[in-house]
Protein backbone atom coordinates (compact mmCIF):
# COMPACT_ATOMS: atom_id res chain seq x y z
CA UNK A 1 0.00 0.00 0.00
CA UNK A 2 1.77 3.32 -1.12
CA UNK A 3 1.46 6.10 1.08
CA UNK A 4 0.94 9.97 -0.07
CA UNK A 5 4.17 10.60 1.58
CA UNK A 6 5.73 8.14 -0.84
CA UNK A 7 3.76 9.06 -3.77
CA UNK A 8 5.11 12.95 -3.22
CA UNK A 9 8.33 11.75 -3.19
CA UNK A 10 7.93 9.69 -6.48
CA UNK A 11 6.00 12.55 -8.31
CA UNK A 12 9.38 15.40 -7.37
CA UNK A 13 11.68 12.75 -8.41
CA UNK A 14 10.02 12.43 -12.08
CA UNK A 15 10.97 15.40 -14.94
CA UNK A 16 8.43 18.41 -14.06
CA UNK A 17 6.52 17.75 -17.44
CA UNK A 18 5.96 14.24 -16.37
CA UNK A 19 5.18 14.68 -12.88
CA UNK A 20 3.27 17.30 -13.52
CA UNK A 21 1.05 15.08 -16.06
CA UNK A 22 0.82 12.39 -13.57
CA UNK A 23 -1.18 14.71 -11.05
CA UNK A 24 -3.31 15.97 -13.84
CA UNK A 25 -3.97 12.26 -14.81
CA UNK A 26 -5.18 11.74 -11.08
CA UNK A 27 -7.04 14.48 -10.45
CA UNK A 28 -9.12 13.93 -13.89
CA UNK A 29 -9.42 10.23 -12.83
CA UNK A 30 -11.10 11.34 -9.27
CA UNK A 31 -12.44 14.94 -9.94
CA UNK A 32 -16.26 13.77 -11.04
CA UNK A 33 -16.40 11.60 -7.55
CA UNK A 34 -15.86 14.65 -5.67
CA UNK A 35 -18.50 17.42 -4.23
CA UNK A 36 -17.25 21.12 -4.94
CA UNK A 37 -15.56 21.88 -2.28
CA UNK A 38 -13.26 18.94 -2.55
CA UNK A 39 -12.97 19.37 -6.36
CA UNK A 40 -11.73 23.14 -5.17
CA UNK A 41 -8.91 21.61 -2.77
CA UNK A 42 -7.95 19.17 -5.15
CA UNK A 43 -7.37 21.58 -8.03
CA UNK A 44 -5.48 23.83 -5.80
CA UNK A 45 -3.19 20.92 -4.75
CA UNK A 46 -2.76 20.13 -8.02
CA UNK A 47 -1.73 23.28 -9.04
CA UNK A 48 0.74 23.66 -6.03
CA UNK A 49 2.46 20.49 -6.53
CA UNK A 50 2.82 21.46 -10.16
CA UNK A 51 4.35 24.69 -9.29
CA UNK A 52 6.78 22.89 -6.55
CA UNK A 53 7.70 20.55 -9.15
CA UNK A 54 8.84 23.12 -11.47
CA UNK A 55 10.74 25.14 -9.03
CA UNK A 56 12.19 21.95 -8.30
CA UNK A 57 13.44 21.26 -11.49
CA UNK A 58 14.81 25.03 -12.34
CA UNK A 59 17.06 25.51 -9.07
CA UNK A 60 20.01 23.98 -9.33
CA UNK A 61 22.04 21.75 -6.84
CA UNK A 62 24.87 23.74 -6.83
CA UNK A 63 23.97 27.30 -6.38
CA UNK A 64 27.31 28.76 -5.93
CA UNK A 65 30.14 29.29 -8.63
CA UNK A 66 33.79 30.65 -8.46
CA UNK A 67 36.33 31.93 -10.92
CA UNK A 68 39.46 32.78 -10.79
CA UNK A 69 40.26 34.72 -13.75
CA UNK A 70 43.73 36.92 -15.80
CA UNK A 71 41.98 39.76 -17.11
CA UNK A 72 43.31 42.17 -19.48
CA UNK A 73 42.16 45.67 -18.25
CA UNK A 74 41.87 48.24 -21.45
CA UNK A 75 40.55 51.88 -21.07
CA UNK A 76 39.16 53.33 -24.05
CA UNK A 77 39.36 57.06 -22.13
CA UNK A 78 39.44 60.35 -23.29
CA UNK A 79 38.65 63.76 -21.38
CA UNK A 80 37.88 67.17 -21.24
CA UNK A 81 40.89 69.01 -19.60
CA UNK A 82 40.77 72.46 -18.77
CA UNK A 83 43.22 75.74 -18.71
CA UNK A 84 45.80 73.44 -20.93
CA UNK A 85 43.76 71.46 -23.20
CA UNK A 86 44.44 67.87 -24.83
CA UNK A 87 43.55 64.59 -24.18
CA UNK A 88 44.62 61.36 -21.04
CA UNK A 89 46.19 58.39 -22.17
CA UNK A 90 46.12 55.57 -19.29
CA UNK A 91 48.05 52.86 -19.93
CA UNK A 92 46.54 48.57 -20.29
CA UNK A 93 47.31 46.02 -17.07
CA UNK A 94 47.30 42.96 -16.79
CA UNK A 95 45.51 41.57 -13.80
CA UNK A 96 43.92 38.72 -11.52
CA UNK A 97 40.27 38.22 -10.73
CA UNK A 98 37.91 36.69 -8.55
CA UNK A 99 34.07 36.67 -9.41
CA UNK A 100 31.70 35.05 -6.79
CA UNK A 101 28.45 33.41 -9.14
CA UNK A 102 24.96 33.03 -6.85
CA UNK A 103 22.02 31.34 -9.01
CA UNK A 104 18.53 31.72 -8.15
CA UNK A 105 17.24 29.42 -10.77
CA UNK A 106 19.40 27.55 -13.23
CA UNK A 107 19.14 30.33 -16.02
CA UNK A 108 19.48 33.71 -13.34
CA UNK A 109 22.37 34.53 -11.57
CA UNK A 110 24.13 36.98 -9.75
CA UNK A 111 27.90 37.93 -9.88
CA UNK A 112 30.55 40.14 -7.70
CA UNK A 113 33.58 40.71 -9.27
CA UNK A 114 36.26 41.80 -7.24
CA UNK A 115 39.75 43.18 -8.33
CA UNK A 116 41.93 45.84 -8.62
CA UNK A 117 44.43 47.44 -11.06
CA UNK A 118 47.37 50.23 -10.93
CA UNK A 119 47.13 52.24 -14.03
CA UNK A 120 49.91 54.87 -14.98
CA UNK A 121 48.28 58.48 -16.67
CA UNK A 122 49.49 61.56 -18.58
CA UNK A 123 48.14 64.06 -20.48
CA UNK A 124 48.74 64.21 -23.95
CA UNK A 125 48.88 67.35 -26.64
CA UNK A 126 48.22 70.40 -23.56
CA UNK A 127 49.64 73.93 -24.38
CA UNK A 128 52.02 74.96 -21.66
CA UNK A 129 53.08 78.08 -23.18
CA UNK A 130 51.69 80.03 -20.34
CA UNK A 131 54.34 78.62 -17.94
CA UNK A 132 56.88 78.65 -20.34
CA UNK A 133 56.78 75.04 -21.66
CA UNK A 134 55.75 73.91 -25.38
CA UNK A 135 52.09 74.03 -27.09
CA UNK A 136 51.83 70.16 -27.43
CA UNK A 137 52.88 68.41 -24.01
CA UNK A 138 52.87 65.42 -22.37
CA UNK A 139 52.55 66.07 -18.63
CA UNK A 140 52.92 62.89 -16.11
CA UNK A 141 50.14 62.43 -13.95
CA UNK A 142 52.05 59.59 -12.17
CA UNK A 143 49.95 56.41 -11.02
CA UNK A 144 46.62 55.92 -9.70
CA UNK A 145 45.24 52.56 -8.17
CA UNK A 146 41.49 51.31 -9.39
CA UNK A 147 39.29 49.31 -6.55
CA UNK A 148 36.26 48.42 -8.98
CA UNK A 149 33.58 46.00 -7.44
CA UNK A 150 31.01 45.26 -9.82
CA UNK A 151 27.40 43.33 -9.32
CA UNK A 152 26.16 42.07 -12.20
CA UNK A 153 22.54 40.20 -13.32
CA UNK A 154 22.91 37.08 -15.29
CA UNK A 155 21.28 34.71 -17.75
CA UNK A 156 22.77 31.67 -18.92
CA UNK A 157 21.74 29.72 -21.90
CA UNK A 158 21.89 25.90 -21.76
CA UNK A 159 22.72 25.46 -18.34
CA UNK A 160 22.45 21.86 -18.45
CA UNK A 161 24.92 21.37 -21.60
CA UNK A 162 28.73 21.35 -22.34
CA UNK A 163 28.59 24.56 -23.13
CA UNK A 164 27.23 27.70 -21.73
CA UNK A 165 27.25 31.05 -22.87
CA UNK A 166 25.54 33.84 -21.37
CA UNK A 167 24.88 37.66 -20.98
CA UNK A 168 25.15 40.32 -17.89
CA UNK A 169 24.21 43.81 -16.61
CA UNK A 170 25.29 45.72 -13.85
CA UNK A 171 26.39 48.55 -11.62
CA UNK A 172 29.88 49.18 -10.67
CA UNK A 173 31.61 51.17 -8.22
CA UNK A 174 35.27 52.34 -8.48
CA UNK A 175 36.88 53.62 -5.83
CA UNK A 176 40.63 55.64 -6.49
CA UNK A 177 43.29 54.91 -4.21
CA UNK A 178 47.18 55.53 -3.40
CA UNK A 179 47.34 57.81 -6.38
CA UNK A 180 51.11 58.84 -6.83
CA UNK A 181 51.37 62.39 -8.61
CA UNK A 182 54.93 61.24 -9.94
CA UNK A 183 57.21 64.28 -10.59
CA UNK A 184 55.97 66.60 -12.65
CA UNK A 185 52.38 68.15 -10.77
CA UNK A 186 51.71 68.22 -7.02
CA UNK A 187 48.65 66.35 -6.55
CA UNK A 188 45.83 64.60 -8.34
CA UNK A 189 42.29 63.76 -6.66
CA UNK A 190 39.95 61.34 -8.55
CA UNK A 191 36.55 61.36 -7.31
CA UNK A 192 35.04 57.75 -7.05
CA UNK A 193 32.48 57.22 -9.27
CA UNK A 194 29.58 54.52 -10.21
CA UNK A 195 29.50 52.95 -13.68
CA UNK A 196 27.21 50.39 -15.70
CA UNK A 197 28.44 47.33 -16.76
CA UNK A 198 27.49 45.15 -19.49
CA UNK A 199 28.91 41.33 -19.80
CA UNK A 200 29.28 38.40 -22.55
CA UNK A 201 30.83 35.24 -21.57
CA UNK A 202 30.60 31.68 -21.98
CA UNK A 203 31.93 28.48 -19.44
CA UNK A 204 33.34 25.37 -20.98
CA UNK A 205 32.59 22.19 -18.80
CA UNK A 206 35.14 19.98 -17.74
CA UNK A 207 33.48 18.10 -15.17
CA UNK A 208 30.21 18.51 -13.24
CA UNK A 209 32.17 20.96 -10.60
CA UNK A 210 35.25 22.37 -12.69
CA UNK A 211 34.77 24.37 -15.85
CA UNK A 212 36.82 26.72 -17.94
CA UNK A 213 35.70 30.63 -18.58
CA UNK A 214 35.76 33.24 -21.01
CA UNK A 215 34.56 36.73 -20.75
CA UNK A 216 34.26 40.01 -21.59
CA UNK A 217 33.02 43.08 -19.99
CA UNK A 218 32.66 46.64 -20.59
CA UNK A 219 32.14 49.55 -17.95
CA UNK A 220 30.85 52.87 -18.75
CA UNK A 221 32.73 54.86 -15.97
CA UNK A 222 32.98 58.76 -15.75
CA UNK A 223 35.60 60.80 -12.97
CA UNK A 224 36.20 63.98 -12.15
CA UNK A 225 40.01 65.06 -11.69
CA UNK A 226 41.74 67.96 -9.89
CA UNK A 227 45.35 68.34 -10.70
CA UNK A 228 46.87 70.47 -8.44
CA UNK A 229 50.06 72.32 -10.23
CA UNK A 230 50.90 75.26 -7.80
CA UNK A 231 54.27 73.82 -7.83
CA UNK A 232 54.57 74.68 -11.64
CA UNK A 233 52.82 78.22 -11.50
CA UNK A 234 50.80 80.32 -8.24
CA UNK A 235 47.37 78.84 -7.78
CA UNK A 236 47.15 76.88 -10.86
CA UNK A 237 44.92 74.31 -10.59
CA UNK A 238 43.51 71.77 -13.73
CA UNK A 239 39.94 70.31 -13.15
CA UNK A 240 39.10 67.50 -15.95
CA UNK A 241 36.62 65.03 -16.60
CA UNK A 242 37.93 62.03 -17.58
CA UNK A 243 35.79 58.68 -19.31
CA UNK A 244 38.02 55.50 -18.76
CA UNK A 245 35.22 53.22 -19.96
CA UNK A 246 37.61 49.98 -19.95
CA UNK A 247 37.17 46.82 -22.04
CA UNK A 248 38.14 43.97 -19.46
CA UNK A 249 38.86 40.22 -21.21
CA UNK A 250 39.33 37.49 -19.25
CA UNK A 251 40.61 33.99 -19.41
CA UNK A 252 40.24 31.76 -16.09
CA UNK A 253 38.82 28.86 -14.39
CA UNK A 254 35.86 27.95 -11.89
CA UNK A 255 34.28 25.69 -9.74
CA UNK A 256 30.72 25.04 -8.38
CA UNK A 257 29.95 24.58 -4.76
Known amino acids: MYTTQSIISFIFQLDYRHSFALILAIVLRQINTLNDMKKLFLIALTLTLGALSLQAQTIPNQRWQMRLRGVAVMPNESATINTIGGDVDINTKFIPELDFTYFFTKNIAAELILGTTKHNVHTTGSDLTAIGGSSSSNVDLGSVWLLPPTL ?79 NLAPNLSIPAKVDINPFLLGFGVGMKF
Not at 174 to 187: D, E, L, M, P, W
Not at 195 to 221: E, P
Open 152 to 230: TAQYHFFPDGAIKPYVGAGINYTIFYSANAGSTVKNVKYDNAFGFATQLGIDFKLSDKYFVNLDAKYILLKTDVNVDAS
